[in-house]
């Protein structure tokens, strides 16, 4: 029998009647037989995600102050969605020791998970599914990393005497049963652990859009979606993808190749984004299977006579950028050029002492600033298959008055990265997608 | 006054022919007041040079064999031009400490520096200029470095009382009175440290062809003439400047910014390329500057997940590849893909070797490798000012039916530098000429 894993987000639980569409789907398919869940998020524009909720109650609560009606806040979130759902759950029960917890001096990390847990015992109680808590199968290290053999070892001997289980999302514990999260979306990553636990054949991650567009919609009017693409096509988009799926959650699965299928709760008859281990024989057919970028990078440009013979001097420039614990983004040189791309956030106002040290270290003749620019990366690993695709890239871009301040293309031909300035990204990003999709 | 330095070449001063083009050329400017002499050249096919008729004696001299008759031949060339020039030059005098010298053990980089040596002598008696002894003013320390600061400090003192000299190119002295010779070709560096030394205005760079051509002439026909181009241009197009100028000639005049003049002593008519400190008005109308490139690299791509958010991940590639002391000619990067491209000359065949390092202390996913690749560098500081040049270049490309490997430009829009597969070298050469200059 197969087996699915179904992970559904704050949106797809935010009240009774997304709970409803989750029990529709999960019924339309009985090999959906893992349930991962976040806590409810929003219901409407300027509601309150019940994790905040709790963050709040926190905070009272490690002020010293008055928490019930925060807390009361949170419990009345769940009532409304028992009661639409027409159940009995005994919330009081639940929240005990969650108050009990703040009284007592309350811990952040466990305070988070409360929203993801209660979330879960109440799916388990509507559906009649097990609940699992993932405190007690999936392991942390005591330095806050995941410890992966223990996690798969308890999580597959939980798993396999369980028909259907709900698992709450976002958590799980080190060995002394202390709470650890994820970082914020980490429930992405629980379903993606659960999955390749289950070995799963496949990993569905239900959100409220229908899987990855091939631009950015701000940007672009009505985008094409992506309906297949490879975990090395959306690593090279890495720009665009973290807002639909937490870059982490790649991970687990990926080295089992168990695919993820990017589902929309809202139009579940939407076939999504599949995200595959391998290049398909259709996505090879495609030219170009995505365009993603961001602003807010700066390039430095070394300029120094025979610095092509000199040996070393990469290393010991990037040696000067690790002391700042400043990533290069890129590099792309010349012959007695080179430029270093930054992130502005990384590089966070230290310029003039980044390029002071370079100088010192490195004896340049010149090094020149320029800020303000956006990288643009064209992803497709069809794109290897074709003669002419650049020259279809630069020509949009010329044709859209675009200056091209950076070109970067590595022999894998899936991805062609160009610096624009910050003002030209979105002239950019059109002129591209128009060149390959329209 | 003016004052402009003057190198000749061994093919420019082959004969007795030559050697009073030489002299017109002197004499039509008086400013040319400080001529640095290569040894005799090849004066047709399969002749042989005086340098390495010298290397010859060394040789047997060397081994303990009879070295007259090859010593000989050295006398007879140089007999020869002082005969064709109906001058009386003591020729004896002059071999004899050679001859001496050859007899107590030789030393191979005084014997080479003979032929600039006794060709020096002869010029001078023929023109009636003084003759400064390189050994005495230009200085290298123990190790083999010219010792700048001493160089020019003698060899400033000397010219100043000197209206009009002669100095052999090619070597100086150590502190012991040692002779030291540059690299092959060095008489350029002499010329180049000379014309510092003078405070010159202009270096003239006196040789067998009119200057640079655009492209290389085995593989576009009849290129264009570069008439000028600056010291950064010449760099960028490094893969071709070698044959034509020593590289390290170019770095003593560059810091003075005297400008240096590549001319035909054949045809003293043409212009021929003028290098200039600065980028001249009329080099940022042009678009390309020139077109140069190599065959025989190699691609290392490197694939690993999150590569891009992993510090110190260049770092230690870097380093690795130093400890294989390979220098990486280029870098370009994806966000989980980095390609490294070698020399094959540097790889030695080591490709196995370094990529097993490179995956066991990198732990990467994958790694390919991709052989037989060819880098073209289209320069030009115009470049910069001008919208569609990438658009022109790839679609150049694309055209000619030209798979593109590689692509790097940095900010500095002076050089778009493409990777593509040996065989299509030629092709990608023609094409990208017929773009932009035909």
Known sequence: MNTIVVKFGGSSLASAAQFRKVGDILRADPARRFLVVSAPGKRYDGDTKVTDMLYR???????GEDFSSALEAVRARYGEIAEGL?????????????????????????????GEYLNARLMAAWLGWTFLD???????????TLDPDTTYKLLGAAMAQTEKAVIPGFYGADETGRVV????????????IVARAAQADLYENWTDVSGFLMADPRIVKDPMPIREISYKELRELSYMGASVL??????????????????????????????TAEHSEEAKKRTVTGIAGSKGFTVINLYKNRMNQERGFIRRLTGILEDFNIPIEH?????????????????AGRIDEVTEELNKQLKLDT?????????LA????????????????FTALADAGVNIRMIDQGSSEMNIIVGVENDDFETATRAIYKAFVE
């Open 246 to 275: 937490h870059e982490d959650a790649i991970f687990p699965v990926r080295s089992s190749a168990i695919p993820i299928n990017i589902r929309n709760t809202n139009k579940p008859d939407d076939p999504g984004t599949l995200i």
């Open 378 to 393: 064209t992803v497709g690993v069809g794109m290897s298959y074709r003669l002419g695709v650049a020259a279809r890239l």
């Open 181 to 192: 999260t994820f970082s914020r979306g980490g429930s992405d990553v629980t379903g993606s």
């Open 86 to 114: 027409g159940i009995r759950f005994d919330l009081e029960s639940a929240l005990a020791p969650i108050a009990e917890h703040l009284r007592k001096g309350p811990q952040r990390d466990y305070m988070a998970s409360r």
């Open 57 to 63: 109650c926190y905070d009272l609560a490690a002020a």
């Open 331 to 347: 590099m792309p040189t010349g012959i007695d050029t080179l430029s270093i791309v930054v992130d502005d956030k990384e590089l």
């Open 134 to 144: 993932s405190a007690e199968y999936i392991r942390f290290h005591a330095d806050g």
């Open 367 to 375: 090094v020149e600033v320029f800020e303000n620019m956006a990288l």
